[in-house]
C-alpha cells in the first residue's frame, strides 16, 4: 500500500497485475480468532474461540463447526494445509508429557475431525522457533527441521502443487491449499540474515504514530535509546516480510509455470498486523489499524478483474467469498458475507460496517473476572470499522475499568493521533448512529458485552 518503506517486489507486482482490497480487516486481531473465523465464516462470539488456543485456556475449534476445509472436500476437492494451525487445544492442558513432544501452546492435530476437511496435513500447533520448526504429518511423531520456516513450508506446497496439478489433469478433481506461514512474528529476529542484510544500512522512516516515550510508559520496558530499539525491532520484522515475499513469488511462478493459472484461485491475507511501537503498543490486539487492518489480495486470471475494491471484507467474510468463487455451496451456520458476485462485477453488496472485537484472555484476567463473579466474555473491546471511520466502546481487561468511547476520523485523521474520546454515550447525530449500529451488530452476533 506504499505506507511503509519495506521490499516486496513480488507482492508488489502480484497487487498492480492482480485484485488488491483496500478495506480488508481482521475481526478479532488475535491469532486463534482470526483463525476460527477465517475457517468457520463465523464471529468469536459464535465459535467460541474469543481468545489463543493456550495453556491454561480452554479454548478450541470445535469439531462440530463447519469449515472451509470440511465444504471442500465434500465438494470434492483434494485438500492441503501446510503450516501453523494454532485452533487445537495444547496438549500440555492434557497431559504433562504429550507422546509427540509437543510442549506449552503446541499442539499434535491427529487425523479426524479436528483437522476439519483437510486431508493432507503438515502442520502444527503454535510454536516459534522460526529457524529450527517442527511439524506433524499423521502420527505423532514430530518432524524437526533445520530451515527457516517459511522456505521449508513453501516447499512442501510446491511438492503438494506439483503432484496434484498432475493429478487434476488426469480428472482425479481439483485441489486446494492453505500454506499457513507464522513469520513474520516474534521473535522478529529469528530470520536468516540475508533478508536482514536488506535493512541493514541507515535508520529506518518509522510510522507517524510511534512513540517510544509512550511504548515505554505502556509496557514498562526502559527504550532510552529513542527509537533505536523499535528500528531495530522494525528492521527485523521487515526483513522477515521481505522473506515472505521471495516465498510467495516462489509459488506463484510455480502456477505460472504449471500453466494452472486461469484455473487456479491465489489469495494472500494475514491473521492480523503488528503496532511495532504506534500508539505506544507492540504486537496487537487493539482496533488500531497498524492492528486490525490485513493485506487481502486476490489473483484468477480471466475471472478476477486487476483493481482495486473498497468493500469492506472482514475474517468472516474470507471463507464463504472463497466458496462461493470456487461454485461451493455456503454453510447455513455461517454469519460472513459472500462477496463473490461484488469482487467478479455482478452484483453489489450494502455493507456499511465491519464489526470488530476483543476479549481480557489473559488468564490473570480471566481468574479476576471470574473472583469478581463476573463473565470476562462481555468485556473488553467492541467495535465498528466503516470505510470513513471507527468507532469503539472499551470498558477494560480488568474488572471496574472505566468505559470509555472512542471515534477516529480516517479522512481528518489516518494515524488515528486524535480520537475524540467519550466517558458518556453520544450526543451528536452521528455518534448516536455508530452507536446504534455497534448495538445492531451485538444483536446479531448475540453478544451480551452491555454498551451501558
Known sequence: MGEDPVI???????????????????????CSPHRAALMTGRYPQSTGVYTNCKIGADVMLSEDEVC?????????????????????????????EPESGARD??????????????DFWYSYG??????????????????????????????????????????????????????????????????????????????????????????????????????????????????AVSGMDEQFGRIWREVEELGIAENTLIVLSSDHGELMGSHGLMAKHSWHEESIAIPCLMSWRGTIGQGSTNLLFNSVDIMPTLLGLAGVTVPAAVEGFDLTRDILGTGRTDISSAFISAFPGRKDAIEQFAAAGLDNRQYGWRGIRTSLYTYVVHKGYTPGAAVQRLFYDHEKDPYQLNPVVMQERPQTKLLISLEEELQSWLDRTEDRFDLA
Open 68 to 96: 472451509i476445509g470440511d465444504a471442500l472436500k465434500a465438494a470434492g476437492y483434494q485438500t492441503g494445509y501446510i503450516g501453523k494451525w494454532h485452533l487445537d487445544l495444547p496438549e500440555q492442558n492434557r497431559c504433562q
Open 126 to 239: 503454535a510454536y516459534d522457533h522460526h529457524l529450527k520448526p517442527h511439524y506433524w504429518k499423521d502420527t505423532p511423531e514430530m518432524i524437526q527441521v533445520d530451515q527457516w520456516s517459511l522456505e521449508h513450508e513453501t516447499d512442501v506446497a510446491l511438492d503438494f502443487i506439483r503432484s496434484k496439478a498432475k493429478e487434476t489433469e488426469k480428472d482425479n478433481g481439483p485441489f486446494a491449499l492453505f500454506v499457513s506461514w507464522n513469520p513474520p512474528h516474534s521473535p522478529f529476529e529469528l530470520v536468516p540474515e540475508r533478508y536482514k542484510e536488506i535493512y541493514s544500512e541507515g535508520k529506518l522512516s518509522l510510522r507517524p504514530n510511534v512513540s517510544s516515550e509512550q511504548l515505554a510508559a505502556h509496557t514498562g520496558e526502559p527504550f532510552e535509546s529513542g527509537d533505536e530499539a523499535l528500528n531495530r525491532y522494525t528492521r527485523d520484522y521487515f526483513a
Open 8 to 30: 516486496t517486489p513480488n507482492i508488489d507486482r502480484f497487487a498492480q497485475e492482480n485484485l488488491v482490497f483496500n478495506h480488508a480487516l481482521s475481526c478479532t486481531p488475535l
Open 105 to 118: 501452546w503446541d499442539a499434535y492435530t491427529p487425523p479426524g475431525p479436528k483437522r476439519h476437511g483437510f
